[in-house]
């Protein structure tokens, strides 16, 4: 089955403590992305990766890294989590011309 | 920079009604489109996916349009059912083929 794939599902850690959301997809898309989602400002991209050791910035990049050594995997990297990074995490990818494949999404909170 | 809006933000009607959402956006250089829906604390499910080039999807009892010039795209949903029920994101592939924008979404009530 072609699926986006995320770990955890919930994650609660506390400020400082470097964690790592973990997204693989089977489809061999070359594009996959990150994004947050908070009430009142709905989702938005944080990274994103055009292919294997590509990887640019999207519009909330600050506190948080990425990297892209295989094509199915795009690990988020959180060096040292802040409270204002508790949020709704959902990984993406696709191909050209395919609809964008979403995971089930981390909730992570961070004390 | 891209900036995608969806009006109504909320919109409650009567179970069989038809109705519309409407997506706008801002730079019209657009790949292509998206329609969501998603369910209060889940993941995201695909309706339709419009190209740049094509001028309507249709799914079922789902329908949508783009107007790529005026920078608008409407979901048309047929005969709704309390099902139907949930929130309905439209988000927009552009920058190069690398950003993905999003709107803030029509929370959709189908009331029995």
């Known amino acids: 089955e072609a699926q986006v794939t995320q770990n955890p599902r919930y994650l609660i850690t506390v400020t400082g403590k470097k964690l790592t959301v973990t997204c693989s997809q089977n489809m061999n898309h070359e594009y996959m992305s990150w994004y947050r989602q908070d009430p009142g400002l709905g989702l938005r991209q944080i990274y994103y990766s055009m292919n294997v050791e590509v990887t640019d910035k999207g519009d909330v990049p600050e506190g948080y890294k990425v990297s892209r050594k295989e094509k199915r995997n795009f690990p988020l990297i959180l060096e040292s989590p802040s409270p204002n990074q508790t949020s709704l995490y959902f990984c993406?990818?696709?191909?050209?011309?395919?609809?964008?494949?979403f995971g089930n999404g981390t909730r992570l909170t961070v004390t | 920079k891209q900036e995608v809006t969806q009006i109504p933000a909320a919109l409650s009607v009567p179970e069989g009604e038809n109705l519309v959402l409407n997506c706008s956006f801002t730079d019209s250089a657009i790949y292509n489109l998206q329609w969501f829906r998603q369910d209060p604390g889940k993941g995201l499910t695909s309706l339709l996916l419009?190209?740049?080039?094509?001028r309507e999807q249709t799914s079922g009892r789902l329908n949508a349009s783009l107007d790529k010039s005026s920078g608008r795209s409407t979901l048309y949903i047929a005969a709704s059912q309390p099902g139907d029920s949930a929130t309905y994101l439209c988000?927009?592939?552009?920058?190069?083929?690398?950003?993905?924008?999003f709107g803030t979404g029509t929370k959709l009530q189908v009331i029995p």
């Open positions: 993406a990818s696709l191909s050209w011309g395919s609809p964008l494949h």
């Open positions: 988000a927009v592939l552009s920058g190069g083929y690398q950003k993905v924008t």
């Open positions: 419009i190209q740049s080039s094509q």
